[in-house]
């Protein structure tokens, strides 16, 4: 027939990296955002949702000549010949928001956000080219109260979403420490601050990867450069050896800190005494063990070690200024949350943070949740961080040309959820409807009047809409849906008075467990008065 | 300098078309929707969420070969050529979820889905270029039963979310009722459907546009054709004058119904009696505002009108089998939900509905708001229609071959919410955040632990993180952000161990209407023991 010769079928696909998100991972996800939302409102933020259209010229990403924006983005020439792109993520559509509104916004400008933003990479397993952003930020205001506030935050809603106290830790560094630590290296001249910015930046991006290289890796980069497994060669930044020292000395000051804490409770052990004493973590006696001990410090983290770690970066910055300025704030912000009983077990100084962007100019976070999960190969290994912000004084500045200090979070909303699930605590009630079957397809008016009735007292419920001719079909269709009740009434049923509710998830139960004797009695099945439907399904729901 | 010199800068503008949402704009919306997604789970459709970016091709308004896709979508190659595309809607993501998953969602499949679509349309007032729908859709069943359950869905999402009963109606009509009528007219030959085609286009866009034309205006558009006031000539259908009585039969339905309301009414006051006397609404004597009688009616509406529409639309499709399916799908789907008691002054069947979309198959509906705003130009007119939908048997075959029925609704969301606004119903708490002043910037911690407190005890606060020097700013930020309450310790109330509360919703209804002395007197301002801060600012918010 001509109507077949037609254009061939499109194909129902998802786009490449992008996916489709059903039922429950839907509605976890919304109440997980739901509760962070409160949070940040509670804290006095108010909410901002942009368009999720920008130009490319305020994303700013790219030079304003290129005639095709980079890649990283997805963007397309509107009909006017101006580029615009999907947002990246949500802090420059708020730079943007703040430079344009700056005469109506007030001061400080405290707003949350949430939606999707759209990468175009590569996509890959796990790394969808679409995907949620969470941000709480600051504008307007300089204080390191405003950094403490939002680490405070940050851990209040890991809290309530359902991450117990002891499973996370906020970690928090400051820029200004490492650029005093390269103050201190002479690869930072505060009186010529582009000088030596190409050595910085290999500086920055290899300790960035000591995760992933270590220690030694991060000096081979420090120095003449790195030859990886592949053989490629990743030139260095050419230090010497005594500025590696003293970069160095940062790069490692945890595990100083750790080997320092280890000899003080050593020697404690051993009957002397040292000033930290009372100060420091106690914890099992595993000098062989130094890894594990590592982490048990982290969990049991006091105080102490806080103001070791902030005395011991006093030391590395030595006299310069930035480098100073950089430990005061990290020590304030550390006060201003011990007061609030943000201790240590939650907020720790760290070192190692240093967070990838350049963007930033102070005090930068992290949380890391520190249980442990089984990776895809079957091993156990710490959940890792899942959210990070820090203080960003010059994004507004693109657009007006005055800086503006501002502070802020992002949290990775499906990292969170992930950890969540790992844990049991993603929460959303995941039953499906209570579902009325159709036994007699004249009597549609009668099913549907118990539906009514159902969702009038604020049950789900359904009537089976599809072909009612195959009753097998029906119950097929309420087991997909996780149904926990169907209710049934035919034609004799109907002339009782009665309707029969079936226990869907009890029935499902004795399916797997019990013998064709217990089967054949049905337990799962109860016959009630139709005038006590609600009732009736009421007490089944309360069992399920 | 030279730094000047650098390239210009960005400008800080929300491109063409697109909005910024602040505040309780951000949170009225949210609640409107979280309301009717509770409606839609209650009636056990199931959340899903598809990306804001589809193949071109699955979208399906462009042929696979054109080399740029139209006007209409916002659309750009990707690296492998492919062309992408922001969604224009929610219906063509579901065909397509539905025909690449149909072997693993259950049948009926039932889901709803809310957020943005893009459409790439030349913006004018309050026409956006990106903006939300709500839909639920029941794919997979072709029974009436999904038609009324959609109709009686959208009556409780309507009042869940503040309009109350009386201030709507929704109107349905079914697509095989006209089709039945273009069949008596001669224009449909059910043999061959794509014969008159052309014919139909006209007729249906016609009938689409009598609000604005009026009859005289459909009628010349069913012949010749009509000259606009402007002078332009748009070609009619050419039909003949029986033709045109017939399809205007159908045009007049709602006219004619209304008269024959009236004739009998005035024959029933006249003492006379007659068949449906006891079915027809009663109303004021008002033969000479036949307008303002049809309101009454529309108002006053019980079934008695909907019966006398359907005999009558019986009536017009004389053997038209298509047409008597349709008439009959209407009338099941009046009698189902008559039965549940969503009657006659709530749902209305109106030949009046016909919904420009191409795709629908059968019933159609859309919810109209029936209390008077005034326009921009302080008239009084009808809120109008906020919601629409109907059955699309067609979509999902695009993909398969297969036909699969189905059927739903589409919230305008902004429109809603717009009406919510006008009644005064839109109702997110836009009280900003209680703001701890700060006296003493050298006692931060102390009046963080103060917020702290606060937001512990569930109320919303935050200490002023701007510049702290002048006081004045921080009255002026707490009034910017409609703050309830500020809380104010100096040096002195610190060491008398008590904190002021200032009650600044009182205090700007003092500073507007007192006179100086009562000004003075300082009734909005309180004092409180420290350890009564919460209590105090909880006694505040009550009565504020």
């Not at 679409?130 to 930020?137: K, L, M, P, V």
């Not at 595993?286 to 970066?313: C, T, W, Y």
Request: hydrophobic share 40%; with cysteine; charged share 30%.
């Amino acid at each position: 027939m001509a109507k077949d010769k037609g254009p061939r079928r499109p194909r129902a696909e998802t786009p490449k990296g992008f996916r489709d998100y059903f039922g429950a991972e839907v509605s976890e996800r919304k109440a997980m955002l739901d509760t962070i939302a409160g949070v940040y409102h509670r804290y006095g933020f108010d909410p901002l949702e942009t368009s999720a259209v920008e130009t490319v010229e305020a994303l700013g990403k790219f030079l304003p000549d290129v005639d095709r924006p980079n890649e990283g983005v997805f963007a397309w020439q509107d009909e006017d010949k101006d580029w615009l792109a999907l947002r990246y993520d949500l802090t420059a559509p708020l730079a943007r928001v703040a430079a344009q509104y700056r005469n109506d916004l007030p001061t400080p400008y405290r707003r949350f956000a949430m939606g999707p933003v759209w990468r175009n990479e590569k996509p890959g397993p796990g790394r969808f080219r679409q995907f949620y952003q969470c941000d709480a930020d600051t504008v307007g205001s300089g204080s390191v109260a405003a950094d403490a506030e939002i680490c405070a935050m940050l851990a209040d809603a890991l809290e309530e979403v359902g991450i117990p106290r002891g499973d996370y830790v906020v970690r928090v560094n400051n820029r200004k420490v490492l650029n005093g630590v390269m103050e201190v290296a002479g690869i930072l001249d505060p009186a010529d601050p582009e000088k030596f910015a190409h050595e910085r930046g290999i500086v920055m991006r290899a300790i960035d990867k000591k995760d992933r290289l270590g220690a030694s890796g991060v000096r081979a980069l420090l120095g003449e450069g790195r030859r990886d497994e592949s053989g490629d060669f990743t030139t260095g930044a050419g230090l010497s050896d005594a500025q590696i020292a003293i970069v160095m000395g940062f790069v490692e000051a945890n595990d100083l800190i750790d080997e320092d804490i280890r000899q003080r409770r050593a020697s404690r052990v051993s009957g002397s005494t040292a000033d930290l004493d009372e100060e420091i973590p106690s914890g099992p006696d595993d000098q062989d063990f130094p890894r594990e001990l590592r982490q048990m410090i982290l969990a049991a983290s006091s105080a102490g070690r806080n103001k070791l770690v902030l005395s011991h970066l006093r030391e590395l910055v030595g006299n310069s200024l930035v480098g100073l300025a950089g430990v005061d704030e990290l020590s304030e912000i550390e006060k201003l949350l011990d007061s609030q009983n943000y201790n240590a077990d939650r907020i720790r100084i760290d070192p190692d943070v240093v967070r990838g962007l350049g963007y930033y100019t102070g005090p930068v976070f992290e949380a890391e949740l520190t249980f442990e999960i089984t990776d895809e190969k079957g091993r156990p290994r710490q959940f890792g961080s899942v959210a990070g912000g820090g203080r960003y004084d010059d994004l507004v500045k693109r657009f007006t040309g005055q800086s503006v200090p501002a502070t802020g979070v992002s949290i990775g909303v499906d990292r969170l959820l992930a950890a969540l699930r790992a844990k049991g605590r993603a929460g959303a009630d995941t039953r499906g409807p209570v579902i009325v079957t159709v036994m007699d397809r004249d009597r549609m008016a009668d099913y549907q009047a118990m539906a009514t009735e159902l969702r009038r007292a604020g049950i789900r419920a359904e009537v089976y809409l599809g072909n009612p001719k195959n009753f097998g079909n029906q119950l097929k269709y309420a087991d997909k849906r996780q149904s926990p009740v169907a209710v049934i009434q035919g034609t004799d049923e109907a002339q009782r008075g009665v309707v029969q509710l079936k226990d869907l998830f009890l029935g499902a139960k004795i399916a797997a467990e019990a013998s064709h004797e217990e089967w054949k009695s049905q337990p799962a099945q109860t016959e009630v008065a139709r005038a006590d439907l609600v009732a009736g399904v009421r007490r089944l729901l309360g069992s399920a």
